[in-house]
């Protein structure tokens, strides 16, 4: 479990810059 806790963490790290990115892409397409 700790392992894959360990990956499911990394996964959002991972991730969390790209999409926050997106986020703020349609906000200023939107705008």
């Known amino acids: 479990m700790k392992t894959n806790t360990a990956n499911y963490?990394?996964?959002i790290v991972t991730f969390a810059?790209?999409?926050c990115a997106l986020d703020n892409y349609f906000?200023?397409?939107e705008a």
């Open 27 to 29: 906000d200023d397409t």
């Open 17 to 19: 810059e790209p999409i």
């Open 9 to 11: 963490r990394t996964l």
